[in-house]
């Protein structure tokens, strides 16, 4: 293997690492993939355990719209995927509210709306400011050419949409908390948890942190083409390797890569498998594994010592992988459950749970009349750190009951009736996704202008790129895809 030079080698069948394989692929060049599972999909992949398959990460996918890039992939590339478009999409809880989120996003406002002393004037004016910056930023995710790095076609382009960016530039490097402030809704609690809950799943802080611009593109989610993939997101990621195969390209899973080291022309690359050459190197990983490839201690690359800083100040997961019997009279559909419990505590460690149930459409998910679920919250990845194995322990045990209480006590029709329990750590979302230290979610979205210093494609060093949720766009599953294609672009253009 290491006779022949490939255009790229790709660390990592995370969908950054896919995107990015895929649009080199179409693009002509010779691309190996590298997965060290036996599946691809990193934190949105789908593993198997005891003859159950859960989905690692509890969440929602957008971008399966016809003309976004998931949606695209699948008509182009003929992938078998079959998307469903459940309604309503997520239905948040707390005590004494469920509030369904259906795909009309008029039928939201109105809800919040409708609400005992809501204030209906600063909630309409919000969401309209919302929509405003949303509509702006979106086109961005639909059409990765127009993400930098800029050409003149693509500052022609964005030309023609100045006038959108308006509202965008007011907010920038500004908290959602402000905005929240600024409406008179700071005091309207309905509206905040779903803020809260919502920006903590998605830009990784609560929404009085959040940056107004990346918080008011993830309240578009829900309706940005999002769906659920019958049999698990992992059937996408599966069906990606597969169109990359078709291009041309070389999808080696099982293939652990253990070092990347420069060499004359290049990379070499050292895998489980034998070594492999590559004029260009893109790593689908966090910037800490980046630097365990490169055998780099901590001040030898300096940009991924400052990224890596910046991913150390976000979350781990806790999981909870269940099998359960459906509550009597249910659709059959996948659901989506986002639960909060005291609504005035922070939204980690079990206060806060994100849950996804697969539907009874799901073949090879669970047995016939069961359903698998995946739970998951958030834990602080510099507590964890700073714990011994001895104090984690006891720490893990005590969380994994209280996240199992408040399910029982938001989500009891679906936990009448469990059959088989899982728990999950950081240390076990790493062993299912081979995510360093288990973190997820990338940089936390907070507040400044620091989330706009790199806003390209990220080259740690001649050749050697990342991508992935720590490097913009960053933060979903459509997201790291953008990444990937246009990382990929900036690697065809230097051929």
């Known amino acids: 293997m290491a006779d ?7 660390v990592g069948a995370g969908f950054g690492g896919l995107g990015t394989a895929l649009e080199l692929c179409r693009r002509g060049a010779r691309v190996a993939l590298c997965e060290g599972l036996n599946y691809p999909g990193g934190c949105a992949s789908t593993f198997r355990r005891g003859g159950y398959a859960f989905e690692s990460g509890a969440t929602l996918f957008s971008g399966f719209g016809e003309q976004q ?12 995927v079959t998307v469903d478009w459940l309604d309503p999409l997520v239905e948040l809880r707390a005590p004494g509210m469920r509030m369904p989120v259906h795909r009309d996003r008029e039928r939201l406002i109105t809800e919040f709306c409708a609400l005992p ?13 919302q929509a405003q910056v949303a509509g702006a930023l979106w086109p961005l995710f639909d059409d990765p050419d127009l993400l930098p790095p800029l050409s003149l076609k693509t500052l022609l382009r964005h030309a023609g949409r100045v006038g959108s960016y308006a509202p965008l530039m007011r907010w920038l490097g500004r908290p959602l908390g402000e905005v929240l402030a600024r409406h008179g809704l700071e005091g309207f609690t309905p509206l905040r948890t779903y803020l809260d809950a919502l920006c903590q799943i998605t830009v990784q802080c609560s929404a009085a942190e959040a940056e107004t611009p990346f918080a008011f593109a ?15 997101i992992g059937r996408l ?5 597969k169109a990359i195969t078709d291009r041309g390209g070389e999808v080696l899973l099982a293939n652990r890569v253990r070092a990347v080291t420069p060499v004359d022309g290049g990379w070499k690359v050292t895998a489980r498998r034998g070594e492999l050459l590559a004029r260009h190197v893109v790593a689908n ?9 490169l055998g780099a201690p901590a001040g030898q690359v300096p940009k991924l010592d400052a990224l890596a800083e910046r991913v150390d100040g976000g979350w781990g997961a806790a999981m909870l992988y269940l099998v359960v019997q459906p509550p009597e009279g249910d659709s059959g559909a996948a659901h989506h459950f986002d639960m ?3 609504e005035q505590a922070p939204f980690i460690e079990g206060n806060h749970l994100f849950a996804s149930v697969s539907g009874a459409a799901d073949e090879g998910r669970a047995r016939p009349g069961q359903r698998t679920v995946t739970v998951s919250t958030h834990v602080p990845l510099k507590k964890i750190a700073g714990m011994t194995p001895e104090e984690q322990a006891p720490y893990f045990t005590g969380l994994h009951a209280r996240m199992r209480e408040n399910l029982d006590a938001l989500l009891p029709e679906w936990t009448a009736n469990v059959v088989h329990v899982m728990t999950g750590s950081p240390r076990t979302f790493q062993r299912f996704t081979l995510r360093e230290s288990g973190a997820v979610g990338g940089v936390p979205r907070r507040a400044g202008l620091d989330n706009y ?5 990220f080259q740690a060093q001649r050749g050697l790129w990342l991508v992935g949720d720590s490097v913009f766009p960053g933060q979903s599953t459509l997201a790291t895809a953008v990444g990937g294609v246009r990382t990929a672009a900036s690697i065809a253009a230097t051929r």
Not at 117 to 129: E, I, S, T, Y
Not at 285 to 293: E, I, W
């Open 340 to 342: 909060v419990r005291d």
């Open 285 to 293: 990983v966090l910037p800490h594994g980046l630097r365990t490839l």
């Open 237 to 241: 990621a599966t069906a990606l390797t």
């Open 218 to 232: 993830a309240m578009d989610y829900y309706w940005r083409g999002t769906g659920h993939v019958r049999g698990g």
């Open 69 to 80: 890039l998931f949606g695209r992939w699948i008509r182009e590339h003929a992938l078998d």
């Open 4 to 10: 022949t030079w490939y255009d790229a080698v790709v």
């Open 117 to 129: 002393g809501a204030p209906v004037q600063g909630v309409r004016r919000f969401f309209a400011l």
């Open 453 to 457: 210093r790199i806003l390209g494609p």
